[in-house]
């Protein structure tokens, strides 16, 4: 009896009970978790019939199965989502990390609390919020509510700075109520950064309606200065709501979710204020998948409960959920704000929900048609480079020496017109008499081919196509490197015009294939060989530095500091080596200057060969 047999048979001794199911693969570890309404039905329905590609690819792989009985739907759904937060299985729908979108931080447990973005959301007692669409709209979003709220963006550091100094000019434009005089109040600073919370929080609605009633009651006091000082920052707040593209996900109070498939599929999530756009978050998913209620969910889920991210009022959804109920209960309970499912029929609602699919829709096929113009690229130049296999994986190869510092080689990646940069490698280039392009190239396609023919990994796999920085002679050189070790990669040189652009593509024998003629391609092959010199160019300064650097380390009382004070003065190793004792006491004291002036002057004569920075 095979596995599926083994497996179906021990699925319908299942309870039909709501719970949990983990599908494991041969090693035993989790490639897929579950929630069920009914055990039984659940898993046994993987293990009969046909699937879609993705859950067939999936059931391939099961060897066994364990399943947790839960008391609830609920219960399932909560304990779900923790396994798949702690397993990340391969077969499970996942979002990207949100690691590289940026959170405003608050910790309002110190004195005078500041808004700071942090890169993600930490268990360290502070109140994050976000995340958001980069760091520039980050800082947008601190800066709107710190001139709202009259509160700091200024360096001083407080209290350490207040009085020391005259109110800088963000005080006298009246951008800051002027936190750094003596007289100000550190109550009301807190009383700011609270307000400044509850704006990040979502709640503005109810920090207008609180400061209005506290105007109102100034007035009937007659305060007047008091309630104009309110009026103002009401203001101010009311004009940070019509601000839709810099506050976005914080004042929004409807979401509408959009999710369509097509060679991908992709996930959208539009969020409005007040009935206007004002941002958007989108995902895509490459593997098509079904555009149905539990796939939302999932998405949902995941979505939501991202650290810091604050829920809307209400979401709109293009179908029904089947545990719509037990998802907005999750949520609720996780992040402490009411949210309301609603898959709208008509009206401006159903609107924002077909523009939501509409930009799904139109994402999907914005990335598919880069793909096909990136897949038509690399066509293109299998065609006219007469090349036997598709050049799936390019590499290239450029040379940069500076003199004595020594010559350096840096190899590039393309992988399917895109940069593998986990692939790049650089070579510093050995036992050579002065600068030489030709014998360099020759060593560093050597070493890169033999390291693959001993077998090492990193070196792997061979390229579909080499490609070289220079003209025929380099190219030709390149060749013979690989025909000395009787490997045979197609290599072609990239000839720069006189503007410094890749104009064309170049064979040992000197024959040129222009490739102005199609943009696609001039972008690409120029791509490749400004990112092969910036690399070069990179590591070269690279050992530069570093060589600068242990030629004052060896001398005695230059440490770090006064050797940035001498590369600081002089700019370079040779202007040091240069100067006169007088000139290096203008930076060092006499005793240090003296060290460094003997050092470069052993008997009495300059050495040569200094190198530039």
């Known amino acids: 009896m095979d596995n599926t047999k083994l497996l179906l048979e021990k699925a ?192 503005s609605d109810e920090l207008i309606t609180e400061l209005r009633g506290k105007m109102e009651s100034a007035a009937e006091e007659l305060r007047f200065e008091r309630a104009a000082e309110l009026r103002d920052r009401i203001r101010a707040i009311e004009g940070l709501q019509n601000r839709q593209r810099v506050i976005a996900t914080a004042f929004a109070d409807t979401d509408a979710v959009g999710f369509r498939r ?83 029929q008509r009206g401006e609602r159903a609107r924002q929900v077909q523009r939501a699919q509409m930009n799904a829709q139109e994402e999907i096929l914005r990335r598919t048609t880069t793909e096909q113009r990136r897949s038509k690229t690399l066509e293109w130049l299998q065609k006219e480079l007469q090349l036997e296999q598709f050049p799936h994986r390019i590499e290239a190869f450029d040379i940069s020496n500076l003199g004595s510092m020594g010559i350096v080689a840096a190899m590039t990646v393309f992988q399917d017109g895109k940069p593998l940069k986990s692939a790049y490698r650089k070579f510093r280039i050995r036992d050579l008499e002065g600068p030489d392009d030709y014998a360099s190239m020759y060593q560093a396609v050597s070493r890169r081919f033999q390291r693959y023919l001993d077998g090492d990994e990193k070196f792997a796999p061979l390229p579909d196509l080499l490609l070289i920085d220079g003209g025929d002679t380099h190219t030709a050189t390149a060749r013979a490197a690989l025909e000395a070790l009787g490997l045979s990669v197609p290599c072609f040189g990239m000839v720069k015009d006189d503007r410094h652009r890749t104009r064309a593509l170049i064979t040992d024998a000197g024959h040129e294939i222009g490739i102005r003629g199609n943009q696609a391609v001039f972008s690409l092959i120029g791509n490749i060989q400004e990112e092969t010199h910036n690399s070069a160019i990179t590591y070269q300064r690279k050992l530069r530095n570093e060589g600068l650097a242990s030629a004052l380390d060896s001398i005695p009382g230059i440490g770090s500091k006064r050797k940035n004070d001498l590369l600081r003065h002089f700019r370079s190793l040779r202007a040091i080596r240069g100067a006169e004792l007088a000139e290096l006491q203008e930076v060092l004291p006499r005793n240090a200057a003296e060290a460094v002036y003997n050092a470069f002057h052993k008997d009495g004569e300059e050495e040569n060969g200094g190198e530039e920075t």
């Open 12 to 203: 319908n001794r299942l309870p039909l009970l709501p719970g949990v199911y983990i599908m494991l693969d041969a090693s035993g570890a989790v490639i897929y978790v579950g929630k069920a309404k009914k055990l039984k039905n659940r898993v046994s329905s993987y293990f009969h019939g046909d699937h879609l590609p993705k859950v067939a690819a999936m059931v391939a792989k099961v060897q066994d199965f364990q399943v947790i009985v839960a008391e609830s739907e609920f219960e399932a759904l909560v304990l779900e989502n923790s396994l798949i937060k702690r397993h990340k299985p391969h077969y499970n729908i996942l979002l990207k990390d949100d690691k590289g979108y940026p959170f405003i931080r608050l910790d309002r447990k110190v004195p005078y609390p500041r808004m700071e973005i942090a890169s993600r959301a930490e268990k360290d007692g502070a109140d994050y919020y976000g995340p958001f669409g980069g760091r520039s709209r980050t800082r947008e979003i601190i800066d709107a509510i710190s001139a709202a709220l009259l509160l700091p963006d200024c360096a001083r550091v407080f209290p350490r700075d207040v009085g020391k100094e005259r109110p800088c000019l963000n005080y006298h434009m009246g951008k800051c109520a002027g936190w750094c005089l003596r007289d100000a109040d550190p109550a009301d600073y807190l009383v700011r950064t609270g307000q400044a919370a509850l704006i990040l929080a979502g709640k």
């Open 262 to 344: 097509g060679a991908k599929s992709c996930f959208t999530v539009l969020h409005f204020s007040g009935g206007d756009l004002a941002s958007k978050d989108l995902e895509i998913l490459d593997e098509p998948l079904e555009e149905d209620g539990e796939v939302i969910a999932g998405l949902l889920r995941q979505y939501y409960l991202t650290p810091g991210r604050i829920p809307p009022k209400t979401v709109l959804l293009p179908c029904e959920l089947e545990d719509g109920e037990d998802l907005v209960r999750l949520i609720e309970e996780k992040t402490g704000r009411r949210m309301h499912l609603e898959v709208p």
